[in-house]
C-alpha cells in the first residue's frame, strides 16, 4: 500500500501521551507497516536503517510496546493488519469484476447447477473432502466472543483485551501462520508467553 487513511483527531487522541520524538518513529515506523504490508521484523536493524531512526532505538522499544503486539512472525499492529486486510478484499474484488468485463451482470442469469444428490450416497458434498471409512468426525472451529477470550485470559493469568484479540484474528480470516485456528485458547497462551518473553518492554495498554 503506497497510501492510507489517516483520520486526525482519532490519530491526536491516540497519540496524545507521546513527545514529539515519540510520535515521530510511530508514523514512520507506521508507514514502514503499511508500505510492506508486512509486520515490523524481530530483527529491526534494517528498518531502523530504512527509516533513520539510527539513535533512538530505546523509542522504537517504548512505541512497540505502546502500539505492537509480537508474534511469531514479527511485530503486529492490529488497526493495520485490519485495513491491510480490507485494501486486499477490495483489491481481489476489483480484480475479479475486471476479469467479468466489469461489474456483475443482473442476477436473473443462468447459475451453476446444485448438486441435491444424498452425500451419503454419492460421497461428496459441496466444498466439502469425501468422508473417510473411519467416520472420524472434524470440529468446526467456533469464533469466541470476546468476553470468552477475556474470561479465559483471566483463568490463565492473563490480562487480555478480548475486543483487540478478535478484531485482529477476524481481519486475517481466523487464520495463522500454518493454516486455519483450530484452538482460539492455543492462541491466547501463545499471546501469554509472547507476552512475558517481551517483558523488557514493558508493555502498556495497546491503543490502535
Not at 26 to 37: H, I
Not at 38 to 56: A, C, E, F, N, Y
Not at 66 to 83: K, M, P, S
Request: glycine share 4%; aromatic share 10%.
Amino acid at each position: 500500500m503506497h497510501y492510507y487513511s489517516l483520520n486526525i483527531p482519532t490519530w491526536a487522541l491516540h497519540t496524545s501521551h507521546l513527545t514529539i520524538e515519540e510520535e515521530c518513529v510511530y508514523f514512520r515506523l507506521l508507514n514502514y507497516y503499511y508500505d510492506t504490508e508486512k509486520p515490523l521484523p524481530k530483527d529491526l536493524t534494517p528498518v531502523i536503517k530504512r527509516m533513520r531512526l539510527r539513535g533512538h532505538e530505546d523509542t522504537v522499544k517504548e512505541i512497540l510496546a505502546d502500539f505492537f503486539t509480537l508474534e511469531e512472525d514479527g511485530y503486529h499492529n492490529h488497526r493495520a493488519d485490519i485495513e491491510i486486510a480490507e485494501y486486499h478484499k477490495k483489491a481481489d474484488t476489483a480484480r475479479a469484476n475486471g476479469k467479468k468485463g466489469g461489474r456483475p451482470k443482473n442476477r436473473d442469469s443462468k447459475t451453476q447447477p446444485v448438486n441435491l444428490a444424498n452425500p451419503a450416497e454419492t460421497g461428496l458434498k459441496a466444498n466439502h473432502k469425501p468422508r473417510t471409512n473411519n467416520h472420524k468426525q472434524i470440529t468446526k472451529f467456533i469464533r469466541p466472543k470476546p468476553s470468552e477470550v477475556e474470561e479465559y485470559a483471566q483463568q490463565i493469568g492473563f490480562s487480555l483485551d478480548g475486543n483487540h484479540f478478535c478484531d485482529y484474528y477476524e481481519a486475517r480470516g481466523w487464520r495463522l501462520n500454518t493454516g486455519p485456528m483450530k484452538d482460539w485458547k492455543a492462541a491466547v497462551r501463545t499471546w501469554k508467553r509472547n507476552r512475558k518473553e517481551d517483558k523488557e518492554f514493558k508493555p502498556r495498554e495497546i491503543i490502535i
